[in-house]
Every structure is written in structure tokens, then in C-alpha cells.
């Protein structure tokens, strides 16, 4: 699967800058293969609500965001209809230390081609036409990107807090059914670099990852040498399994699972002036255990993804 995205990414790059627009001759004649794999549909984004002919059709309101490759803006698309455009943020292809933008930003929307989960921001279209970039402009820039707009929650930490306690136990599910996702995706078990919480959007009462990207393999080992694997992990193969999905739980863990699960305020629940039901008195027993075992014990076999998306269930059925 990798080869067939980064054959397509070539394809795509070699189009844009052959003949300033993708056409149908060209992307017929060039990306035949890669079309017939199913990996890319339609690279010009006709299967999208925005393409290169009505891309220019969102106003632009002001720069949500800027880093060093890419520039994000606030969109208006018909009444009161929020997107987020993104485009190059410098004209310049390749930075200081040699790194392709346009690359970065194809990758992204390849990647968001195999990845569909209701937890990934959606990408809405894009437009590849030409080799001006940096512009700010819909008219002039070669390539752009719309998603879906969420809210930054990653300043407002208080506002996840301050959830009511299932509600917080749904999102923490829905958090932990989209890395097993990427654990199992169609590119194999995806391992984030650099996982936090400025990485979630708010979107549809959930938590939204924006540009999915990570490794794409297992750590390397040798022989049976479970030394060299990260949590307790066996070396199979050469490559320490399951080490991708454990890193995610960890550092998914720090930033949001301790917001969301140790501030549940348990003895008040306990205390309750009914008594809690045998049914709620074991869902609180799941929650701890799992709080307990998240903190205290988390290179023990039994913390992988599946298991801690179980005590949740238990938790949240209990509530």
C-alpha cells in the first residue's frame, strides 16, 4: 500500500508541474495502475463537495492557523457553512533543512484517501493546478485542500473538564475506537510521532484527529531479543508488534485520558445518597482499575487498546 501512495503522490506531482492542470488524457495515460488498485479515486477531487471549478466559491475570512509548510484559513461556504482551507504557506517548494511542502501536503490528502473514520477530520476536496504557491489566493494557488472546521480545544482544556462524566467516558471511546483503527488501518498499525491534544479538533460533539501521519512500521529488533522492544513487547520477525498501537495508548493517556478519567469525581458517585446498584458499583470498579492500571502499571500485557475501550464500556453502561 505504501508503494501504491507514493507512486500516486509522483503521479500527481509530475501532472501538476508537466501541464499546470490535471487532465483526464494525462491522468489516464499516467496513473492507469494506480487507479486500477482503487487507491486514489479521482485525483482531481471530483468525488468531493470542492473541486479545481468551485473551489473559488468559499470566502476566505481570516488565517486560522500558520506553521512553517502549511497555512490554514477559516472558510465560508453558503449560509452560515464553516470549512478550513489549507495551502502552502511559502512560495519556496523545499525549506532550509530540505523539506518538500508540496510532498507534505499531497501525503496528507493521500493519506486522508485510504483513511475514512468518523474521528479523522474530513477532508471535503482539493484543487492541484498549477505551480504558483504561497499566494493566499484561491484564484492563483496550485494547491489547496478543504476540511472540515472544528474548534481548538487544546487551550481550552477546562471545557473537556467540565463534561458531565458519561459524556466524557463517550468521548474517551470514541478516541479509543479510532486508534484501534489506525492500529488495524489499510496502510498497516500507524505509530503517531508526535501525538497532542492540538492534533483534536471539536467537530460533531467529538474530538476530530487532524493530519493523520506517523510511521507506518514497527519498531526494528533482532532475533528474539525482547530487550530491545519498547513495553514488554515481543520481537517477531524483526519488528517489536503491537509497539505502534502501545506508544498511541500512552501518550493518548497523558494528554487525554488522565483529563477525562482522573478528574471523574468516583467517591461522589459512591457516595450517592441511594447507594450506587451492584450494575453501577461495577462499572466504578472497571473505571478505577483501569485509571490504576493506566498510571501504575501500564507495561503490563493486559493494557493494550482493546482492553481499555472494554473497561470504558463497562464504565459508561454503569452510568
Known amino acids: 500500500m505504501f508503494v501504491v501512495l507514493t507512486g500516486l503522490l509522483v503521479c500527481v506531482i509530475v501532472l501538476t508541474f508537466n501541464t499546470g492542470y490535471i487532465t483526464q488524457d494525462a491522468r489516464d495515460m499516467m496513473c492507469k495502475e494506480a487507479l486500477a488498485n482503487g487507491a486514489l479515486t479521482n485525483v482531481d477531487g471530483g468525488d468531493y463537495i470542492f473541486n479545481c471549478e468551485n473551489i473559488v466559491t468559499i470566502k476566505l475570512v481570516r488565517v486560522l492557523g500558520k506553521g512553517v509548510h502549511k497555512r490554514t484559513y477559516l472558510g465560508e461556504y453558503g449560509p452560515g457553512t464553516k470549512v478550513a482551507v489549507k495551502m502552502l504557506s511559502n512560495s519556496s517548494l523545499i525549506d532550509q533543512y530540505g523539506v518538500d511542502r508540496l510532498k507534505m501536503l499531497m501525503t496528507e490528502i493521500l493519506l486522508l484517501q485510504e483513511l475514512k473514520h468518523r474521528n479523522i477530520l474530513k477532508l ?48 474517551a471511546l470514541a478516541v479509543m ?5 489506525l492500529e ?13 491534544l492540538r492534533h483534536f479538533l471539536w467537530h460533531d460533539n467529538t474530538l476530530k484527529l487532524i493530519d493523520p501521519d506517523g510511521d507506518w512500521e514497527e519498531p526494528p529488533c533482532q532475533g528474539r531479543d525482547n530487550s530491545r522492544c519498547r513495553f514488554n513487547l515481543r520481537c517477531v520477525d524483526g519488528r517489536c508488534v503491537g509497539s505502534n498501537a502501545k506508544a498511541n495508548l500512552q501518550r493518548v493517556n497523558k494528554f487525554l485520558l488522565s483529563v477525562l478519567l482522573t478528574n471523574a469525581d468516583i467517591p461522589a458517585l459512591q457516595r450517592n445518597t441511594a447507594g450506587p446498584s451492584i450494575t453501577q458499583q461495577r462499572g466504578l470498579s472497571a473505571l478505577k482499575k483501569l485509571i490504576l492500571m493506566l498510571n501504575e502499571n501500564f507495561n503490563h500485557p493486559q493494557v493494550t487498546l482493546a482492553w481499555v475501550r472494554q473497561q470504558l464500556v463497562d464504565a459508561r453502561s454503569a452510568l
Open 177 to 181: 475506537d479510532l486508534f484501534i483503527y
Open 184 to 196: 488495524r488501518s489499510p496502510l498497516g498499525s500507524m505509530g503517531m510521532r508526535d501525538l497532542a
Open 124 to 171: 471535503l476536496g482539493f484543487c492541484i493546478r498549477g505551480n504558483k504557491f504561497g499566494t493566499g489566493s484561491l484564484m492563483e494557488e496550485g494547491a489547496l485542500a478543504v476540511y472540515e472546521h472544528g474548534e481548538e480545544v487544546s487551550k481550552n482544556i477546562s471545557f473537556l473538564t467540565h463534561l458531565p462524566l458519561p459524556q466524557r467516558l463517550d468521548i
